[in-house]
């Protein structure tokens, strides 16, 4: 399998007008592995990790250098080979570029031609406090090189999908791509640097693939090579729209950015340009959006449909129908919305809560449930069992109120109905209610500590399981005490 920047070469150099033989030429491949990975880019490449005779001589390497940090490698490899290092002077040489430290260089400003790239970085603004919890807040920032047209997105996270989703919606406003998109060194977008060496994240290719852009990370400890945004904007942000700013959510603060970027940031006479970026802007030199490409960036997980028909997503919990109850769902959510998935169907939609520990609740699944409810009361399980008196129909209210699964535990009581007897199981219930012990575990262990079983012979099972399942009702012994009364009084009756 290719590497995923092999892959995106191939890419690249497509949407360039390369033909397969030249791709195949420049990139050293032969032209049936072009032409696949053109027609399906999406493959996978096991991760080698590969050891260097250098890993046990690093804290000696840092060491001599901190003694004396213009040692040349010449010197340090003597004193290496001195402790049984054998490798090369080559890897010695190599590892000494990336942790020498470096002089200060003079930067050379450049301008970059319309098009041809935008920059992009992320900023920290605090928090914003929904109820009882503060969520982090951060902005991306997004600029065209030429005109300095800005785009900014404020959200909560700074996560893979984030990163997509605001780049998406910046390209959305600036009606194109460009060429090259600089940025730093964060995990979303890079995964490991050595020099000049950069192993560039596989998601973030993925994303930049089909936009026909080229993602350049900066060096290392060199801010200024994107100093349009590290410099510029991040800075501007924070000392011409965020002072004296209020609030209510992420929405009402989005609006007021957006109102802000049209109405402020670029219109204004830029200090190096001497030009309104809407002005300089030129929409027709950014890459068009190939047509019909709509991504899906929003956030993603699987869950598991609790007993209470809900599921928990970033600190809250989400309803479902109550016939999910049990199995796994995918959530996919955005800045406003969270929506549960079943098998590729969306089954409920909410409006995302920031606030944690709260309950989305829907009132057509509350129905739902209430009538799933009642239609287990029905059952005659569970006729039978609030027959045994009041202690039990009260012990029935509360396993609902608990959302525990009202017939699996009816069937499970009258098991140990069965086993314990009725006044022995009665007495149990009654010490639960009393300690607010409410499932059917917590019966079991108070009939195991005071009672023995009233019998070691289980009921006869039939073949029919249903059958197996029918109960009667507990007989009330006060009505044939009333109906031997009543006949005994007719009967006197009778006689006189």
């Known amino acids: 399998m290719l590497d995923k920047r092999v892959i995106f070469a191939i890419h690249n150099y497509a949407n360039q007008g390369y033909s397969k033989a030249k791709i195949a030429a420049l990139l050293r491949l032969d ?179 089909p936009l026909k852009t080229v993602p350049r990370a900066c060096n290392i400890r060199a801010p200024q090579e994107k100093g349009k945004v590290e410099k510029g904007v991040i800075h501007y942000i924070r000392n011409n729209f965020w002072p004296l700013r209020t609030f209510t959510d992420l929405g009402d603060l989005q609006r007021q950015a957006d109102i802000w970027r049209d109405t402020v940031a670029n219109v204004r006479i830029h200090a190096t340009t001497g030009e309104r970026p809407q002005s300089r802007y030129r929409a027709d030199a950014m890459t068009p959006i190939a047509t019909g490409l709509d991504l899906d960036l929003r956030d993603r997980a699987t869950a598991k449909v609790h007993v209470d028909f809900s599921v928990r997503f970033d600190g809250n919990s989400y309803t479902t129908p109550p016939w999910a109850v049990g199995r796994q769902v995918s959530i996919a959510a955005d800045y406003r919305t969270v929506t549960v998935h079943y098998k590729q169907r969306a089954i409920a939609c909410h409006q995302r809560s920031w606030q944690r520990k709260q309950r989305i609740e829907s009132p057509h699944h509350r129905q739902e449930a209430l009538k799933s409810q009642r239609r287990q009361w029905a059952t005659a399980e569970v006729a039978a069992f609030a027959s045994l008196g009041e202690e039990a129909r009260t012990y029935l209210e509360a396993i609902s109120r608990a959302n525990i699964p009202l017939l699996k535990a009816v069937r499970r009581t009258l098991v140990l109905k069965d086993r314990y007897g009725t006044q022995s199981l009665l007495n149990a219930i009654k010490q639960a209610l009393a300690h607010q012990a409410i499932g059917v575990d917590y019966l079991e262990n108070i009939l195991r500590q005071n009672a023995r079983p009233a019998t070691l012979h289980p009921p006869v099972q039939l073949d029919n399981e249903r059958l197996n399942r029918i109960r009667l009702e507990e007989p009330l012994l006060a009505d044939y005490d009333t109906f031997i009364l009543t006949r005994k009084q007719r009967g006197n009756h009778d006689r006189s």
Not at 85 to 100: E, N
Not at 103 to 122: H, L, M, V
Not at 140 to 163: D, I, K, P
């Open 31 to 209: 032209r049936k592995s072009v032409a696949k990975y053109l027609a399906n880019p999406e493959q996978e490449r096991k991760k080698v990790v590969r050891k260097s005779l250098l890993d046990p001589f690093r804290e000696e390497i840092g060491e001599l250098l901190r003694r004396d940090p213009r040692a040349s490698a010449a010197v340090i490899l003597q004193r290496l080979q001195g402790k049984g290092f054998t490798g090369q002077i080559t890897i010695l040489r190599d590892y000494l570029a990336t942790v020498r430290p470096k002089k200060q260089r003079a930067c050379i400003r450049f301008e970059t031609a319309p098009g041809e790239q935008c920059q992009i970085d992320w900023g920290h603004f605090g928090t914003i406090t929904y109820g009882n919890t503060a969520r982090k807040l951060s902005c991306l920032a997004v600029t065209e090189g030429h005109s300095r047209m800005l785009y900014l997105e404020f959200g909560h996270s700074q996560s893979q999908q984030a990163l997509h989703r605001g780049l998406w919606n910046a390209f959305l406003f600036f009606g194109g791509t460009p060429r090259e998109l600089v940025h730093d060194n964060m995990l979303t977008a890079v995964i490991e640097r050595d020099g000049s060496i950069i192993r560039y994240n596989s998601a973030f290719l993925d994303f930049l693939r």
